[in-house]
């Protein structure tokens, strides 16, 4: 069964809380937290102080995009606010050094939470095979990070299919693959199709006439 992760990127950032309520009332499964510096990506949206305030409001296990430069030096307040995974950009990592990657899955590790790598779609998915062992999830990219409301890059379901062929190999075949960008009811059922199992959803989801039903209609 896919799991439904809406992106509190599309919802009303003054009414936040109420947000996190309709997600977790709607039987979503996780809440996906798009974290943007300014510089990795143009926007800047929120850091460790959100997740931290909207902690305590949901059971909910919070996943933390984070779309930064350095973010080996973010791990700490993320995982302090109660973030349940992160998952870090490989291409922030690999300008910085070819270990960088690695070390800051194995920091998230340390504070006994999930990590998870991220590739963007011009990257191929092969470049992050190494450290698939180490990771509780992969996400591909299916828009260019930074804004929600994008059109899905169709190049991403392959990306998928090699992402789910490669885990099976390595003897994970049930590990979390999440697709990010340009989901909705026509492109959700692709992407879990091409083995894809975690689907973040903002504007689909946040922009549904009915999100309880959006929500349900998507998984299914
Ligand atoms: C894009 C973010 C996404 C975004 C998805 O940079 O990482 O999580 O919120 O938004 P939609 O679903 O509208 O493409
Ligand atoms: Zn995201």
């Not at 933390?64 to 606010?81: C, N, S």
């Not at 194995?106 to 998915?125: R, W």
């Amino acid at each position: 069964m896919v799991k439904i992760a809406p992106s509190i990127l599309s919802a009303d950032f003054s009414r936040m809380g109420e947000a996190i309520k309709l997600c977790e009332k709607s039987g979503a499964d996780l809440i996906h937290c798009d974290v943007m510096d300014g510089s990795f990506v143009e926007p800047i949206t929120f850091g460790g102080q959100m997740v931290k305030n909207i902690r305590p409001l949901t059971k909910l296990p919070l996943d933390v995009h984070l779309m930064i430069e350095h973010p080996k030096t973010q791990i700490k307040f993320f995982a302090e606010a109660g973030a349940d995974i992160i998952t870090v950009h490989y291409e922030a990592c690999a300008k910085i050094s070819p270990d960088y990657l690695r070390e800051t899955l194995e920091l998230i590790k340390s504070y006994g939470i999930k990590c998870g790598a991220v590739v963007n779609p011009d990257v191929p998915v092969e470049n992050i095979f190494p450290v698939f062992p180490l990771c509780d999830m992969v996400l591909i990219m299916s828009v260019f990070p930074g804004y929600g409301g994008q059109k899905f890059i169709e190049s991403a379901l392959e990306k998928i299919q090699s992402a789910r062929a490669y885990a099976q190999t390595i003897g994970k075949p049930d590990m979390d693959i999440e697709v990010d960008g340009g989901i909705n009811m026509l492109t959700a059922p692709r992407a879990a199709a091409a083995g894809a199992n975690v689907l973040v959803a903002g504007s689909a989801l946040f922009g549904a006439p009915d999100f309880a039903e959006a929500v349900t209609k998507m998984r299914g």
